[in-house]
C-alpha cells in the first residue's frame, strides 16, 4: 500500500484529481441523506459514503438516479413547499437518518 505522501506525489502536478485512500468514517449501514446529488460535490460525496458502506438516499431535481451505489432516489424541488418533508419521510422507510448533506444547488433565477 502507498504512504499518503506517495499518493500525492505520484498524482500531483499530473492535472488529475488526487483521489486519497479510503478512510473508515463509521458509517456501514448507517443512513446517510445526501440532496443535490445528481451531479456536482453532491454527487461524488454521495459516492464516497456509499463506498464507506453508508445506506445513501440521494435528492435532486432529476428523476434519474446519479448511480453511486445509492439505495434510494428521491426526486423533487427542495425549493417547493411539501418536498424536504417528502424527502426525509421516504428516508425514514430505511431507518433512522444519521447523516444529512445539504448540498443543493443555488437559487435560480435570482441576482
Do not use: W, Y
Amino acid at each position: 500500500m502507498k504512504s499518503l505522501d506517495q499518493v500525492n506525489s505520484l498524482e500531483s502536478g499530473s492535472g488529475r484529481a488526487v483521489r486519497l485512500p479510503s478512510v473508515d468514517l463509521g458509517l456501514r449501514d448507517q443512513v446517510c441523506v445526501v440532496t443535490g446529488s445528481t451531479s456536482g460535490i453532491g454527487r461524488t460525496v454521495a459516492e464516497l459514503l456509499a463506498e464507506e458502506g453508508a445506506r445513501v438516499v440521494t435528492s435532486g431535481r432529476s428523476e434519474e438516479r446519479p448511480g453511486v451505489g445509492e439505495v434510494l432516489h428521491v426526486s423533487g424541488d427542495l425549493a417547493q413547499p411539501d418536498a424536504p418533508a417528502e424527502l426525509i419521510r421516504r428516508a425514514f422507510e430505511l431507518g433512522p437518518v444519521d447523516c444529512l448533506v445539504p448540498q443543493t444547488g443555488g437559487l435560480q433565477g435570482t441576482a
